[in-house]
């Protein structure tokens, strides 16, 4: 019996150590900090944007829009991702007026103007500008169009009304993607 117990004991002692390192790895996960809080790459684009203090207005025109299950989804998506400061540069009420449910239709364009398919690190974005000559057209899943450029060491993008946003914060992975905060919210034509 002794013999058993002594057994069970080194078994467990062997497996202790595997177990904190399976634990440690997870703890440690690589993160990016968006609006005080940590963005994990193993939850997706709405788990992790409704912890971003910086993105209340988002997340709120995001459920208005009715968009919540779209960005749970598999994607992968790549999202430019305006703070509430870029929402307050719109004109003084525009949020709230997108934000009626009559507006929902208007709303959705808005948002799914600042989605493009597929997961664009900003090293593909310089890639794809730099296969341009100098910038780069992406096509949005609102259907309509946005252009890259550099400007130093960040990204621009331009929207159709010639409307500049800069990438705030860049690669911020997520398990369906990847966002890059901007400053400015963008509008289609």
Do not use: W
Request: aromatic letters at 2%.
């Amino acid at each position: 019996m002794n013999i058993r117990i002594a057994c069970m004991t080194a078994a467990l002692a062997l497996a202790a150590p595997a177990l904190t390192l399976s634990l440690s790895a997870t703890a440690q996960e690589q993160t990016k900090t968006v609006g005080g809080a940590p963005m994990y790459p193993s939850k997706t684009i709405v788990e992790n944007a409704v912890n971003s203090k910086d993105h209340t207005t988002l997340v709120a025109a995001v459920k208005a829009a009715g968009l919540v299950e779209t960005l749970q989804g598999k994607g992968p998506f790549t999202v430019f991702a305006p703070t509430n400061a870029a929402f307050a540069k719109l004109p003084a009420g525009t949020v709230d007026t997108l934000l009626k449910p009559e507006n929902k239709g208007q709303l959705t364009g808005v948002l799914t103007y600042h989605v493009v398919p597929g997961r664009m690190t900003a090293q593909d974005l310089a890639a794809k500008v730099k296969e341009g000559g100098g910038k780069a057209t992406l096509k949005t899943v609102q259907g309509a169009t946005l252009t890259v450029t550099p400007s130093g060491n960040t990204l621009v993008i331009t929207d159709q009304k010639g409307g500049k946003s800069t990438v705030a914060i860049a690669d911020v992975m997520q398990s369906n993607g990847v966002i890059h905060v901007v400053d400015t919210v963008l509008l289609p034509g």
